[in-house]
């Protein structure tokens, strides 16, 4: 097996349900199809909007992007401070490399509404139709999962994008986990070219919960397995009371760790721990 194709426990009879408020099948079909709608509206602007500055191009990714997580009926809350560390986004300066445990196709539109970037793709989605393309548009790199000779090229692409000054959204665990416990281990190829770019890793954490739940409760969220698209999509919407938390943790220097695995094991440790960093602020919506 490659080793960018890791696989996790979870599957949707195990693991994908939801059992608490449920919405009636109208207002859920709704927001199906506004949801479905603010997709289709931002993959037709994609193009249009690299003709903006790289300003008003994040601000614009970052409203449709929490825009796409409201229509589908899921609250936000963001916790941390998202904004890059003293000198970080200065001329020259190298991006950052933005990891997150892996639970939902909800985390790609979560994580652009604090951190618009470049997304690490797999490299079948660059051959759906429409999808495929503007993905390509986009900035998405593309990685041969099946392919481990194609490793080296994948971390040489994605430290020249940090070098670049390009932020690239990662998520190292390589598959979608329930939310369930401590999920996967972080693969350490892509922390090689945070070092070898000298570009910070911002960690970020991401929790589903459930108006009758203290804890994460990611069940009506989890996307796993061979769970069908449409039947995720149903499940979010008709979750009444689905909150998405995205905490955002203290960013790693790359050069402060020896070597991408212990870079990896840290970010890991930082993502998959309940009390990391927990600021005092939070921002609900």
């Given at each position: 097996m490659s080793a960018w194709?890791?696989?996790?426990?979870?599957?949707?009879?195990?693991?994908?349900?939801?059992?608490?408020p449920v919405r009636g099948a109208l207002p859920a079909t709704a927001l199906l199809l506004a949801g479905c709608t603010l997709v289709l509206v931002g993959a037709l602007c994609s193009a249009p909007a690299l003709l903006l500055g790289a300003g008003q191009r994040d601000r614009?990714?970052?409203?449709?992007a929490y825009a796409v997580v409201r229509a589908f009926?899921?609250?936000?809350?963001?916790?941390?401070?998202?904004?890059?560390?003293?000198?970080?986004?200065?001329?020259?300066?190298p991006g950052a490399l933005v990891v997150a445990n892996h639970i939902s196709w909800l985390d790609i539109p979560l994580v652009a509404a604090v951190f618009p970037g470049r997304m690490?793709?797999?490299?079948?989605?660059?051959g759906w139709p429409v999808l495929g393309p503007l993905a390509a548009?986009?900035?998405t790199l593309f990685v041969e999962r099946d392919r481990l000779r194609a490793l080296p090229t994948t971390v040489r692409t994605i430290a020249g994008a940090l070098r670049g000054g390009s932020r690239v959204v990662v998520f190292p665990e390589g598959s979608t986990w329930c939310g369930r416990g401590?999920?996967?281990?972080?693969?350490?190829?892509?922390?090689?070219?945070?070092?070898?770019?000298?570009?910070?890793?911002?960690?970020?954490?991401i929790t589903y919960r459930t108006a009758r739940t203290d804890g994460p409760a990611a069940g009506a969220a989890a996307f796993v397995g061979d769970d069908p698209l449409t039947a995720s999509l149903w499940r979010v919407v008709t979750a009444a009371g689905l909150t998405a938390e995205i905490r955002v943790l203290p960013p790693i220097p790359a050069g402060t760790r020896p070597g991408?695995?212990?870079?990896?094991?840290?970010?890991?440790?930082?993502?998959?721990?309940?009390?990391?960093?927990?600021?005092?602020?939070?921002v609900h919506h």
């Open positions: 194709l890791p696989t996790a426990p979870c599957t949707p009879h195990t693991c994908a349900g939801h059992d608490g614009l990714i970052r409203w449709w009926g899921v609250r936000i809350q963001v916790t941390g401070d998202p904004a890059p560390t003293a000198g970080a986004d200065r001329v020259g300066a690490l793709a797999k490299s079948e989605i660059r548009l986009g900035g401590s999920g996967g281990r972080f693969r350490p190829a892509v922390f090689q070219a945070a070092i070898d770019a000298g570009a910070e890793v911002r960690p970020v954490r991408r695995r212990a870079l990896a094991r840290t970010a890991q440790t930082a993502v998959a721990s309940d009390t990391a960093n927990r600021s005092a602020e939070s």
